[in-house]
């Protein structure tokens, strides 16, 4: 399992699997809201949390279409489905290989874009803390996605509406997380449901990916 | 008995490929699957693997016994030859990655990516994967397509090493592999459903 990690993560830098790709999509993002919105500090910082919660969102979205593709193309995933690991191995593995090359760096910036929009450098932890735990379900679920639409020829357009619906546990608490943080609410109970979504995804789907995968390979 | 195939039918999208399917395979046997296009070769091996549901019959292998190669190579582009293999080295927990690049003819290449490579090659990548891995029962599907004549020399006599050291193999295959070893033939076109009866079970009433 650890040599279909390094696999990916090797891919995903040589072949363009979305490493930079959803990092420079988040960036653009960041940057236009506010150029439309108009400089207003205080404007800007009262959307900042949902620019930057909608801006991982859709930057996750972009490359969850090649999870699975790719090696399900040059077969790959049926190879995978005869070998010694289980399918729901193969998919939880893929599934944080797309976190790391994706949530991950998104995380580490988001402080940095925080800045950008006016927040306060002492309330960008909750920026960082709510994305850390919810862009790991944001892969798990868009696995799931992939994995529905797998032999679907440029199925993108699809996987991103079957997606996007999906995410919104992830992202109402995600997104309150951060605000209630930056208003010095307690934030606890939205801190521990968040967790429970990602941690429930994590969970069940990668069963429900494998039980879709075999289905799609037939 | 390393594999039993037992009354088999099998049907893709909706119409009935073969029926009543019936072979065994033991230690050092090979089964040569023919027939023409269309036949249902891949199907059958497909359903072996269990990557495909099968109508009526049993098929009774074990899971960790067979490795499969299809029609597909399954190899990354951007990887080198030697990353390609080492990850299905790690995957099946095999030891003998030199040993596969060497009875393959890709010690030269080892460094070069694979999307460089040229489609025998390729094939060659693909098919030193069985040699990563212990398990007896090789489900070959048409293992020559790309190989040049002495590629395909070779690969029958990792063939041939194979069944001799106690494995097994189920291959669809247009090609004479010049196999001198006993092996038995199936032609599925024999098993196909005409006006309500097998080919086979008519021929033996005749």
């Given at each position: ?75 790959t995933l049926e190879l995978l489905l005869t070998s010694p690991i289980p399918l729901e191995a ?95 609410i307690s934030n606890n109970s939205a801190l521990l449901i968040l967790t429970a979504v990602t ?20 | ?34 027939g023409g296009n269309g036949v249902g070769k891949t199907s059958l091996l497909r359903s072996i ?158």
């Amino acid at each position: 399992m650890i040599a279909l990690l390094q696999r990916d993560l090797i891919l995903a830098v040589r072949a363009g699997g979305g490493f930079g790709l959803g990092m420079a999509f988040f960036l653009i993002v960041v940057i236009l809201v506010p150029l439309g919105i108009g400089p207003d500090l205080e404007i800007l910082s009262k959307v900042s949390v949902g620019i930057l919660w909608v801006g991982a969102l859709l930057a996750c979205v972009l490359s969850l279409d090649r999870i699975f593709s790719l090696d399900y193309d040059d077969g790959t995933l049926e190879l995978l489905l005869t070998s010694p690991i289980p399918l729901e191995a193969v998919v939880t593995v893929k599934s944080f290989s797309h976190w790391i090359t994706t949530g991950l760096p998104l995380v580490v910036i988001s402080p940095i874009l925080g800045l950008l929009l006016g927040l306060q450098v002492s309330d960008l932890k909750w920026v960082f803390i709510s994305l850390l735990l919810g862009t790991p379900a944001l892969s798990v679920i868009g696995a799931f996605g992939a994995a529905l639409t797998v032999g679907i020829r440029r199925g993108g357009l699809l996987l991103s509406l079957l997606v996007l619906p999906l995410y919104v546990p992830t992202l109402i608490f995600g997104a309150n997380v951060a605000s209630k943080g930056l208003a010095d609410i307690s934030n606890n109970s939205a801190l521990l449901i968040l967790t429970a979504v990602t941690l429930a995804a994590f969970s069940i789907l990668p069963f429900a990916s494998a039980l879709v995968l075999r289905i799609n390979l037939r | 008995m390393l594999l039993s195939v037992d009354n088999l039918s099998v049907s893709r999208g909706g119409i009935s490929l073969f029926e009543g399917l019936n072979f065994t395979v033991s230690t050092g046997e090979i089964v040569l699957i023919n027939g023409g296009n269309g036949v249902g070769k891949t199907s059958l091996l497909r359903s072996i693997a269990g990557l495909q549901p099968i109508d009526k019959g049993k098929i009774a292998i074990n899971t960790d016994n067979f490795i499969f190669a299809g029609d597909a190579n399954g190899i990354k582009t951007a990887l080198t030859v030697l990353e390609n293999l080492r990850f299905w080295s790690a995957i099946f927990g095999g030891k003998n990655l030199h040993e596969a690049l060497e009875k393959f003819q890709l010690r030269q290449l080892k460094n070069r990516f694979a999307g460089k490579l040229s489609a025998g090659q390729k094939r060659r990548l693909s098919l030193a994967r069985l040699l990563l891995t212990d398990r007896p029962v090789w489900l070959l599907d048409e293992p020559t397509v790309s190989l040049d004549k002495r590629s395909m020399k070779q690969f029958s006599r990792i063939l041939k090493n194979h069944l001799e050291a106690g494995g097994a193999a189920v291959v669809a295959t247009h090609i004479d592999l010049g196999l001198t070893l006993s092996s038995l033939s199936i032609n599925l076109e024999d098993y196909q459903m005409k006006n309500g009866n097998i080919n086979a079970s008519a021929k033996a009433f005749l």
